[in-house]
């Protein structure tokens, strides 16, 4: 299995963005999420996409951030709308906070909000 996230940028507050995560080996039956880690913090849980399409978000990001997959090309979506420069930090995919600490995640990509 692979995890491979694009998409990230440095853009102003109130901006967007649509990061994707490649999850090559995965399939519809797995719970998949994002996760966030900004400099000096502690890995963050971002949101949650399960396997019945239900959709669990952070309390920070809650109604700006949208959760999605595609399961015809195996990828999962983040899409990032009105940007704060709280949400600075590297964005990794992963199947759970769990499976990301141990490493079983992407290299990720950046995103900063300035």
């Known amino acids: 299995v692979q995890l491979v996230e694009s998409g990230g940028a440095s853009v102003q507050a109130g901006g967007s963005l649509r990061l994707s995560c490649d999850a090559s080996?995965?399939?519809?039956?797995?719970?998949m999420g994002w996760f966030r880690q900004a400099p000096g913090k502690d890995l963050e849980w971002v949101s949650t996409?399960?396997?019945?399409?239900?959709?669990l978000y952070a309390a920070s990001v809650k109604g700006r951030f949208t959760i999605s997959r595609d399961n015809a090309k195996n990828t999962l979506y983040l899409q990032l709308d009105n940007l704060k420069s709280e949400d600075t930090a590297m964005y990794y995919c992963?199947?759970?906070?769990?499976?990301?600490?141990?490493?079983?995640r992407g290299q990720g990509t950046q995103v900063t909000v300035s």
């Open positions: 992963a199947k759970n906070i769990g499976s990301a600490r141990r490493g079983e």
């Open positions: 996409i399960t396997n019945i399409d239900r959709t």
């Open positions: 080996g995965y399939t519809d039956r797995d719970c």
